[in-house]
């Protein structure tokens, strides 16, 4: 059974993770009217996941001292890490988008980062206590996908939107 679900979640992987990435990067292309945009962020979430996935990694092995990582779970973690990261991505960049068309790219991200940041640590900080739960759950499969989407989440929310995402903006301008 272990050979079966380990070949099923590979092939899941191949074939959904590039199609919930061209799905998201089409729905931030028409939002945003533009194309290297919607390219960082999409960069900037998938650093994200792999960076919440490797932190794991690590800590399964060297901290919780679980055997193994159930092989359902970068899948799972993937699809609710890149939801989440880009539901972000569309709040703040959303308002970005107007701000900057009246402001400026820079006055504009500043801005923009201003009136969605509380809402964006708040909403980042309720999702994250809530996969953590998970984490206390007397189930391997649960305590793993609670940590890595509650890392990722946090990650996101303190990292990635509010210092990487306005960096990038800063650096590329009104591209």
Known sequence: IGHDTAVASARDEQVIMPLVLIVVFLVLCVLLRAIVAPLVLMATVVLSYAAALGTAVLMFKHVFGFAGMDPSIPLLSFVFLIALGVDYNIFLMGRVHEESARLGTRRGMLHGLSVTGGV?????LVLAATFGTLGVMPMVFM???GFIVAFGVLLDTFVVRSILVPALTFDIGPR
Do not use: D, K, N, V
């Open 120 to 124: 964006i640590t708040s909403a980042g």
């Open 143 to 145: 305590a793993e996908l």
